[in-house]
């Protein structure tokens, strides 16, 4: 029996033919919320990809950023360094290397004593 489930799961993508994924989409700027926790302070940073931008002790770079076609269900994801600075500028410590997904923030966005940074959305597709 086990060998006839093995058989059809292998037999019934070649009989329905391929299953349409979507496609992700590249762009060119992440956009990310960002929050001061001591003034309760939100701000929008949009930054261009493998370019870096400060947020208070923070230095953001997005590497890449993925989207996919407004007709699909939505899953934007980006892949980002953040590195924290110290206040003389002597001192950079990577606190954050992976992927963000603006589907849930709580899961990958960065938590500090005193800053939040989490992952909203992507802009400005790739054209190839």
Known sequence: MVKFIKLVGL??????G?????????NQIAVFNALEKITATTEIIEININETKKFGV???TPRICYTRSKTERPKTTSFIEIDEVSTDGNDIKRVFTGWMFASNP?????EHPVYDIWLVDCKNPVTK
């Open 106 to 110: 709580g899961l990958h966005g960065v």
């Open 58 to 60: 923070f230095e953001i």
């Open 11 to 16: 037999l019934v993508p070649l009989l329905i």
């Open 18 to 26: 391929d299953i349409a994924y979507a496609a992700r989409i590249e």
